[in-house]
């Protein structure tokens, strides 16, 4: 995607931020619509719908649930498309790491997808997890095709976690 593209879809958020992640996410191939949602959603303001994500800029409560949910879409069976998240733990892990490389290739802190907000009060200690290299649910992208474990990176010829091969399960 070229800069002027991603300003462009960045355009439609009063949050610049949010902008990117949805620049992002849309450029890797995870559909974002922007939609007025009513009741109760998981996390405020974003849904998933499946294949994609629905957002309420007016009900988001933390631009980094984007990066979470939309792990959840990336990572999930595809096999079973409409389904929407699973409760299946390696798919919450992957969903973990999936964020995590998200964020660090967008050059975020790792305290945009794990922030105060969220995991129960854990988003901190996440975020100093991961940026220590603590990688919970990497083996599972890697089983995937996504990434490469650190510790067989060298031996593959290729770069590690967090750097991702492909962004979605095929």
């Known amino acids: 995607m070229t800069p002027g593209a991603a300003e462009i879809l960045a355009s439609e958020f009063a949050d610049p931020l949010v902008g990117r992640i949805v620049a992002f996410l849309r450029q890797v191939g995870i559909p974002v619509e922007v939609s007025a949602l009513e009741g109760e959603t998981f996390l405020p303001g974003v849904a998933v719908t499946g ?19 939309a792990g959840h879409v990336a990572v999930s069976d595809p096999s079973r498309p409409d389904e929407g998240v699973s409760d299946d733990p390696g798919e919450e892990m992957a969903a973990l790491a999936w964020s995590f ?5 967008m050059g975020l ?27 919970v649910g990497v083996p599972m992208l890697a089983m995937w095709g996504l990434t490469v474990e ?21």
């Not at 490389?101 to 290739?105: D, G």
């Not at 305290?111 to 988003?123: A, K, N």
């Open 51 to 69: 294949v994609g994500l629905q957002v309420d800029p007016a009900r988001l409560a933390w631009p980094g649930d984007l990066l979470h949910e």
């Open 150 to 170: 650190p510790h067989r990176a060298k031996a593959a010829g290729a770069r590690p976690f967090p750097h991702m091969l492909a962004w979605r399960r095929t």
């Open 101 to 105: 490389a998200a964020a660090t290739h």
């Open 109 to 135: 802190d790792a305290s945009v997808p794990f922030h105060d907000g969220g995991y129960r009060g854990g988003g901190k200690a996440l975020a100093e997890m991961f940026s220590q290299g603590g990688y």
